[in-house]
């Protein structure tokens, strides 16, 4: 059984007890933390395979992006000053690009997503689109840890339907036979009511529990569900969702920007983790989703990135950064979330999100070793008597800062070096296929 052992580190453990060691160590033991705690207990050196000093770094828990789209990584750059939070807005920037982009653009893609998200320190993402053959391969490679969300689109065609649910089983029957359990099938419903209706939503749900899994949605990105349900339901989104029993499963929920306050009570008693996605927002002229009111109701909040053309990075240090402060903003006072409690939402909140709240998102005894070492030399970090890791982390540094990323006791960078991926193979490829995707978008259009 490998082991690793990690010593003279500032130790963040973010977890029950919140512990935080000046000085600290950890003892890896195959893919999980088998010890940790201060230097003066630090197990004697000989016995471990690996040991790495750790002077001058800051070890945490792994960060959980709990809402992307891989593939669309190929698309960065070409969505400018466009919302992709509106039908229009897809319309016009996206759909054109994914009626000609083909299976094969798809890998180089999710690399460069999969090695932008280890190098800026998230070691497990939740991803949501179609291409799924395409997108397993390079995931198992790249180590990280996924919930992979088959994606649906069905706009009331009982044909699609049928052939997505067909292709949603295979897709869960596949994932669910790999000899790896980092990554976990999950049903990605592009949005209920707005493009699935009732039908396949039911479908969905039973599909869902049969695989005992859990449904990766947009939600209340603008008020369209509320609108479409009041006008066939008389009732809210929420309320016909609870009604449907769409609530039994667990749901990650992207954007939850104007759920109705008087929702938050259902929400709050059920697996139910609303995905704040502030740059995404920013970027389309979006209102601020009203994250502390949401996390005072008790509904779990998580972080995620959205996809990188209406944001357009990985990084979510970054995107601690501006979904507490654009918190303040819509709050107007400072400091309205913590930097403890943002730095829990990126870590154990999206752990909770993806149903793995015993197993990642904090460093404790017993845990899997999904963890990353930042450089605490470089700039950002002083003065360090007064300027507390919580609001560093939040406030003053970036993902650059990431030096070592580490997932089930496997490294996955060491000292900035990617060590599954090549990036600079995967960005190569990428552009490429960017050029590839613009001819056939050229020709489809004069055909
Ligand atoms: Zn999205």
């Known amino acids: 059984m490998p082991t690793t052992l990690l010593l003279n580190a ?25 010890a940790i705690g201060d230097m003066k207990s630090a197990p004697d050196a000989n016995a471990f395979d690996e040991v790495i000093n750790c002077t001058g770094r800051l070890i945490m828990p792994g960060l959980v992006n709990a809402h992307t789209h891989t593939p669309m990584t190929l698309f960065r750059g070409l969505a400018e000053g466009v919302s992709l939070l509106t039908l229009d807005g897809w319309m016009t920037a996206i759909r054109s690009l994914e009626e ?14 999969c090695a932008e998200m280890i190098r800026t320190g998230t070691t497990t993402f939740a991803d949501q689109y179609f291409f799924m053959e395409e997108i397993i391969p390079v995931v198992e490679k790249s180590g990280m840890r996924a919930a992979l969300a088959y994606g649906i689109v069905e706009l009331g065609d009982p044909i699609a339907r049928e052939r997505e649910l067909a292709q949603l089983e295979a897709f869960l029957e596949t994932i669910g036979s ?3 359990d980092r990554l976990r099938g999950w049903v990605g419903p592009h949005a209920f009511f707005v493009d699935n209706s009732p039908e396949m939503m039911q479908s969905e749900r039973r599909i869902a529990a049969k695989y005992n ?26 309320t016909q969702m609870k009604k449907m029993g769409m609530l039994d499963a667990p749901i990650i929920a992207a954007h939850a920007i104007t759920i109705p306050e008087a929702d938050w009570r259902i929400l709050a008693e059920h697996e139910f983790t609303a995905v704040a996605a502030a740059s995404a927002c920013m970027r389309a002229g979006a209102e601020a989703a009203p994250v502390l009111g949401m996390h005072n109701a008790g509904i779990n909040i998580a972080i995620g990135t959205d996809n990188v053309c209406n944001n357009n990075d990985y990084d979510l240090f970054l995107e601690m950064r501006m979904l507490a402060k654009l918190t303040s903003f819509r709050e107007k006072r400072p400091g309205a979330l913590k930097a403890r409690d943002i730095l829990a939402m990126a870590t154990t909140g999206g752990a909770k999100a993806l149903g793995l709240a015993d197993e990642i998102g904090s460093l404790e005894v017993g845990k899997r070793a999904d963890l990353i070492v930042l450089d605490r030399t470089g700039i950002g970090w002083t003065p360090l008597p007064t300027n507390d890791p919580f609001t560093a982390l939040v406030y003053s540094v970036n993902g650059s800062a990431v030096t070592d990323s580490m997932v089930n006791g496997r490294w996955l960078l060491r000292d900035r070096q990617w060590t599954t991926l090549d ?7 990428q552009s490429e296929d960017v050029l ?10 004069n055909a």
């Open 100 to 113: 000609v982009m083909t299976a094969d653009m798809v890998p180089a893609a999710v690399e460069v997503a």
């Open 10 to 34: 500032m130790i963040v453990c973010l977890g029950e007890g919140d512990a935080i060691y000046d000085q600290g160590y950890i003892a890896v033991e195959n893919d999980r933390i088998a």
């Open 213 to 238: 899994t859990g449904m990766h949605i947009h939600i209340s990105t603008t008020g369209e569900e509320d609108a479409l349900t009041q006008e066939q339901y008389g009732t809210s989104a929420v």
């Open 436 to 445: 590839r995707l613009l001819a056939l978008r050229e020709e489809a259009e």
């Open 423 to 429: 990036y600079a193979s995967a960005v190569k490829r």
């Open 178 to 180: 790999l000899e790896s």
